[in-house]
Every structure is written in C-alpha cells, then in structure tokens.
C-alpha cells in the first residue's frame, strides 16, 4: 500500500490494484442469480483467477461478443463432435 497518514482507504487500495494501469478501477455491486454465482464459483476454480479478474474478463468478452453481433457479425463454436453451432446471446 501507499504510505497514508491514518486507515488505508479505497482510493488507496485502489492505487496498488489497478493492474494495468487503465485508470481507477469502478466498484460496483452486483446480484447474481444462484446460476451466475455458480458460474462464477466454477469459473475461479478452474482458472485460478479472482472473482475481480473473472468478472472483468466475462465483462471484456460480452462486450466484444455484443458489438461484433450488433454490427453484423456471428459467432460460432464448435461442439466436441467437430459440428459448428452459431452462438446466440439474448
């Protein structure tokens, strides 16, 4: 932590975890649905990441997704037989 004169704040816990530099990060709080909250779960188990960076990456990804459907395009994946699917998002 940076030296503070007193108790450490969010602005300063802020300061040490911005990661990449891209700025203060925003907190938020969110609901999640016992689905989500188990996605999440399953999610930090197998990637070892956190809760913050696997929020932030499912953010990136959705937003990616999002704008590349909205002008035009389409996502497919592939299922384990080899028999592409186009992703759809609601």
């Given amino acids: 932590m940076p030296p503070t004169k ?12 911005t990661g ?3 700025g203060t990060p925003e907190r938020v709080t969110v609901n999640l649905t016992p689905r989500a ?12 990441d956190t809760k913050t960076e696997t ?6 990804v959705y937003n ?7 002008s035009g395009g ?4 592939q299922d384990p037989n080899g028999k592409p699917e186009r992703l759809k998002i609601f």
């Fill in 64 to 70: 990616y997704l999002d704008e590349l459907m909205h």
């Fill in 37 to 48: 909250w188990h996605a999440l779960e399953a999610t930090v188990q197998r990637t070892g």
């Fill in 55 to 60: 929020i932030n990456r499912a953010l990136q």
């Fill in 20 to 22: 990449r530099g891209h």
């Fill in 6 to 17: 007193g108790p450490v704040t969010d602005h300063d816990r802020a300061a040490v975890t």
């Fill in 74 to 77: 389409a996502v497919y994946v």
